[in-house]
T-cell receptor, first 115, second 114 residues
Framework: AQKITQTQPGMFVQEKEAVTLDCTYD???????LFWYKQPSSGEMIFLIY??????QNATEGRYSLNFQKARKSANLVISASQLGDSAMYFC????????????FGTGTQLKVEL | DTAVSQTPKYLVTQMGNDKSIKCEQN?????MYWYKQDSKKFLKIMFS???????INETVPNRFSPKSPDKAHLNLHINSLELGDSAVYFC?????????????FGPGTRLTVL
């Protein structure tokens, strides 16, 4: 069975600084996808970034990048130039091929961006 | 304009009642899902439908019954509501069931059982 671990329940970062949110995963399936979602206090789930297990390069989407280290089974989210609007809960999630396409989520990291 | 919509946004009801949550997506996706987010914010898959066929049914009490009348709709009916059913229920959709396909979530329905 697959598992996602997010060890940072809460993080603080100063505005305009970069921040890394940790995510490690466990699966024996060689084909999988890793996702990050943002959940602001308003409650919606917003897709941020995707990384496939066979992708050679780390994914980037604007200020978001994914530091994918396959051998270490980690998929950390890096947010550059933090903004106040980045304050939210961030979830790492994984899908495996043949798993019926279900997302398995981590427990989340609450990020607070400070002035 | 909304991609994945759910109604109602809030649902407050008494124990023992039966209630339904509706979900619609206008993205033309083939696959739809229900997730439950508990009070600790943990998200877990409940059901998944692909082209109106059930493909995932996690360990969910049979008081929960999903229904997909067509590809664009996936409703969740809950019988004999219990206190432990209080949670936020999210509907989501994806184009297909492939690993790379992103799931897009609805705004959630906050269910409170009194």
């Amino acid at each position: 069975a697959q598992k996602i671990t997010q060890t940072q329940p809460g993080m603080f970062v100063q505005e305009k600084e970069a921040v890394t949110l940790d995510c490690t995963y466990d699966t024996s399936d060689p084909s999988y996808g890793l996702f990050w979602y943002k959940q602001p206090s308003s409650g919606e789930m917003i897709f941020l970034i995707y990384q496939g297990s066979y992708d050679q390069q780390n994914a980037t989407e604007g200020r978001y990048s994914l530091n994918f280290q396959k051998a270490r089974k980690s998929a950390n989210l890096v947010i550059s130039a933090s903004q106040l609007g980045d304050s939210a809960m961030y979830f790492c999630a994984m899908k495996i091929t043949g798993g019926g396409n279900k997302l398995t989520f981590g427990t989340g990291t609450q990020l607070k961006v400070e002035l | 304009d909304t991609a994945v919509s759910q109604t109602p946004k809030y649902l407050v009801t008494q124990m023992g009642n039966d209630k339904s949550i509706k979900c619609e997506q206008n993205l033309g996706h083939d696959t739809m899902y229900w997730y439950k987010q508990d009070s600790k914010k943990f998200l877990k898959i409940m059901f998944s439908y692909n082209n109106k066929e059930l493909i995932i049914n996690e360990t969910v009490p049979n008081r929960f019954s999903p229904k997909s009348p067509d590809k664009a709709h996936l409703n969740l009916h809950i019988n004999s509501l219990e206190l432990g059913d209080s949670a936020v229920y999210f509907c989501a959709s994806s184009q297909r069931v492939w690993t790379a396909d992103t799931q897009y979530f609805g705004p959630g329905t906050r269910l409170t059982v009194l």
